[in-house]
């Protein structure tokens, strides 16, 4: 009845908008702590929220006894501590991809929630919660495609930050699809493998774009994947899904007002992740914050991606960093579900 | 800082789901009373809020010295009573359209208003607050399309109540699309002519559906809108915008999932006007319970369609009905705005 | 089995290109003979052809014995002694349209083709060969759309030649929806209004543009047609047919490939009416040929709109250059069909 | 001037419709032999063309003096024999694909044809001249995308003849593919891999349907091919091309009539490949006619793909049928063209 009262750990671009989501675009929860490593940052963003104040180490902001549930969204390299915390406390958290940065790491986390016997991990994969996969999802359920045989996906961005190298396409654009992939065909990726065309002359020197994608799930589903990040167009988010009885594309982006000018027609396309996904995000919340209520009762936390989704995706990774070498197929090794759930 | 308190007054279909709306959909604002004519449906409604009572008297809601706002969703005929009691208690209100059943009254509302020198009350003409019609002005007023010449409007749905009749088609469905021309061309109506085709088979007999209407602008822009409300289809709503430079069009329906079946291609339709506007009443709450935020300092408690607004489009459909039944165009006669408004 | 052998009259921009058409790229035909009034030009163009001469005067091009048909691209006004001359020859014409200039001179067209007992006529609406018309056409009277309820149309023409005044616009772009209503509801237009909106600031002083024409035909049905032939943008020219159980839309004009661009998504839109109804006067011209190949056996010549067709959209356009002043609905009153042809 | 005379072997069904195709729907051209090893059917298909004879022997067909040209329309066996007569004779021929059935035969033909120092064959590849491909084409040589990376593309078949192994999908489909991948990106392959993922469950027993085929071309592009022929759905070819500086998509297949129906909207899709590319093979046969009519001045009687496209798809898709079996990369390997050619 009362609010959730929320930490948000960092407060830089994603961080800095989830806390505005949870004041201004959600009911049923408010900031009451934030943190981040810059202390400058997290005072003033704190100053703009009422009742919300500042915590200096995001172990305290995380034990804080006002503090009902957590919000993760600092570097990666952060999250296993911070994960392990939560744990501790019993405290509910929603943590922005990747789960940790290793798959020793994030099959630690998956354990120790295990052990708990509590789902209080969700993972930040915004994209189950957006309109078009989550009907696309609903239509292949409903047996609408008979089915489901191959996906295609293209992910492309206009451009990246200097600080992107090949490895991290992977990491960071890839693994949407990853979990895309997962989500729509519900089953594990067995292998993964990396192929490498002649690189966007537009490119910056070394970066290895575009790359494709080729997974095979245990059925033996195909999935490809275009990865394309320096288009210099738009944010383009494009996935058919193949069935036996018929086929289906999201992310043609025909946007809202369809205009004809001299000599052509069309519309404007979409420029950025904030634009296409900011709906999944705020339904992401609001869905999260309404299973963390339930969650006393239920003892699960969440509602949407689990620990092991965001295991699983680093596993597939690492493979793909691993095949970006060779341009071979490689295998993903998971840990056994069953007996780590059963515990 | 602490939430908007709002009384709804009408909880049938519209004003529950604008109570789920405030309780659950937007920030800032809740409901602590509800009325309606029917005791037992208002108790219900406030079983399900926390916080919330009904109370037996719509006046006695509106004076109830805990609201701090009302949202109106009674039938027609009560609003200006309810309006007034809204005025004289100083108290910001949305009212569901019509503002109020005639011109009169309407004018009186308007009138009443001005004297009071505060804009306490906004209108329900939920669409301006849509993505489509939004970002249609919007590329509008950015001279996109040069000076607007023409709009064609399709307004259709699968079906209508059993109790409506011809004149029902004016003041329930046209009025929107008065609205819309208004708030796109930013310029009064000056004479509206009705058509009556052929009748669908499929219609009651004597409903006169479809409906063509024609509204000209007092600067001769010119608008055709077909009203056809026992499709049998989907809800449909579309408008093309025809312009100096270019033209757009908005509500091309084209759904979220692109599907390839045997035979065909194609999506599914919108079937109801709360998918099809489910958003744009989001949106149109979440901006009003912020300007209402605002409005001790501005004096403007709106943030989108006025009294006048209302005043206006009874002024048009009213001209509507008399030209329905002689097929000619009817001129409208406004209120000379300015000596209202300066008073 | 051997060729049809056709004389061309006027060799115009229309006229050459039938020309060319006939002899490139339809089969069983070819120009024996051409004529224009600028007797230069008529060589240049029989120079190029194999086969063929020019002939300095029209009504001999029709007598010559050597010609099996005629094709009539000269200006209207010259229409009806060429379409007398052919009746008195028994030749199959097609002629562009206007059938003649006014209405009087087409019913006596008419009825002298009906005196004969032959179709010899066909006038060139091309539209109905268009693949969009005919399968719309094709779709509705196979019952997909229940009874046709409401036309909306818009033609739209980039621009116009300098000698283009508001009764123009009337005559050669508002008759082709006039053909177009006719074929598609197959009922005749008994009434005809055009309303005159704020005028295009681009529009040549003086001239009436945009225009936009209401039909009601003899069964009430709605149809509205924008004419807009100043709008800078394309040759673009839509239809949207509702009925009963549904409804569809012609000339969205999506082009061949769909692009997309740094911001924006989209495809070229058709310049002219050459790009868009190319393959509709080819197979217009084909079936022409085919249809008099068949014609000594059936007696009928043509393979689309015949004289009578020609006679009844001169009846409207007349009706709507009167509606033009006034503003005001003109009924169209035709000849008794049953009597003329009964003959 | 006179029309071109030609000699189609086999008329089946591809066969039969090229007969009606230069017959009907052609100019400049007539069919004066047909010949088939079902000789009932040649006299019946010669029957209904006048002036059109039916020869026991495809030789002698080609060998007759009346003959000017030769379509090649019979199983593909029977080529290599056919097209070294055509060669032998200097007559002009348009060969149904596959050049031969080998790498090594295609080769031999390729030597022959270069010795003669004349032009003479061209390949069926038609889809160089379908109004999309064309387009797309003109586009990016253009410039329009800059350079061009990556090609995606779809090949759908609702069904296939019980005949169809896994083999004839990459010979017979695939290739298409092939030639659609040489003449965008104007650069041989260099490897090619087939992929076998799960099969559809609708695909007869042994069948592996879908197959993903990628290419690599020698300068690095990457080129992914779905293929699919037992979808149940319809004819569905699609092409993505991805460049430097934006993308197009060809084979939306949106259909002439955008429909609205209960519940949905969408139109039509493309059944066969007769209504896909039908427009396609008329304009390869009227330019066909057309360059044999110049080949006389210009000693190149072809106007699209050449007896050496023949021998590359042949390359690439032997090196595909073996990938079939090990899904690992195969690279082609192809003869010196230089030294071909300059013999």
């Not at 058919?240 to 086929?247: C, I, M």
């Not at 095949?323 to 579900?337: H, I, K, Q």
């Amino acid at each position: 009845m009362s609010d959730l009262k929320i930490a948000v750990l960092g407060v830089g671009m994603m961080g800095a908008d989830h806390v505005a989501r949870i004041t201004s675009r959600i009911s049923g929860a408010r900031v009451v702590v934030v943190n981040d490593y810059l202390t400058d940052k997290a005072e003033a963003v704190a100053a703009g929220v009422p009742g919300c104040r500042a915590v200096g180490d995001p172990l305290d902001a995380i034990a804080d006894p006002e503090v009902d549930a957590v919000v993760i969204a600092t570097p990666g390299s952060t999250h296993e501590k911070q994960l392990l915390a939560c744990l501790e406390h019993g405290k509910p958290v929603l943590c922005e991809k990747p789960l940790t940065t290793d798959v020793e790491t994030s099959l630690a986390v998956v354990k120790r929630e295990a052990e708990l016997g509590k789902r209080l991990i969700q993972v930040g994969f915004m994209r189950r919660f957006d309109h078009e996969y989550a009907q696309l999802k609903a239509l292949l359920d409903a047996g609408e495609f008979g089915e489901a045989l191959v996906l295609h996906c293209a992910h492309r961005n206009p451009a990246v930050p200097p600080n992107f190298d090949s490895a991290i396409i992977v990491r960071d654009s890839l693994v949407h699809e990853v979990d895309v992939a997962r989500f729509l065909f519900g089953e594990e990726i067995a292998s993964v493998q990396i192929i490498r065309p002649a690189a966007n002359p537009g490119a910056p020197q070394g970066l290895q774009d575009p790359q494709i994608a080729i997974f095979k799930t245990v059925s033996g589903k195909h999935v490809d994947v275009e990865v394309f990040v320096t288009t210099g167009v738009a944010y383009e988010v494009r996935t058919e899904l193949v069935g036996e009885k018929g086929s289906a594309m999201i992310g043609l982006d025909v946007g809202l007002v369809r205009k004809t000018s001299p000599g052509s027609w069309g519309g404007q396309i979409t420029p950025s992740f904030k634009e296409r996904f900011g709906q999944a995000y705020d339904t992401e919340f609001q869905r999260w914050v309404d299973a963390v209520a339930r969650g006393g009762t239920t003892g699960d936390y969440t509602d949407g991606p689990t620990a092991w989704d965001g295991y699983a995706a680093a596993a597939v990774c690492e493979a793909g960093v691993e095949s970006l070498n060779t341009g071979l197929p490689v295998e993903v090794t998971l840990a056994d579900r069953g007996s780590i759930e059963g515990a």
